[in-house]
């Protein structure tokens, strides 16, 4: 179950939202936690860290407000 799931560069976050479901029925699993934080709680992250910026194309609200 620790194997990574290849998606090929650039796909939309629509296919890798697809592609994280059907792993994840393939696993049964219902739910994924993907972490926006690094182990070091820096307050400006590190773009390897940003797993769940790079799934869903989602920003932090201070990226918007400005």
């Known amino acids: 179950m ?3 799931i290849a998606i090929p560069e ?3 976050f629509a296919r890798r939202i697809d592609v994280l479901r059907a792993q994840m ?11 926006s934080a690094d182990p070091h709680l820096s307050e400006y992250l590190p773009e ?12 932090d ?4 407000s400005s």
Request: no cysteine; net charge positive; proline share 6%.
């Open 61 to 64: 609200r201070s990226a918007r």
């Open 10 to 12: 650039p796909a939309t």
């Open 25 to 35: 029925a393939r696993d049964g699993l219902a739910a994924v936690l993907i972490p």
């Open 48 to 59: 390897r860290w940003q797993g769940r910026q790079w799934l869903s194309g989602l920003q």
């Open 2 to 4: 620790n194997d990574r």
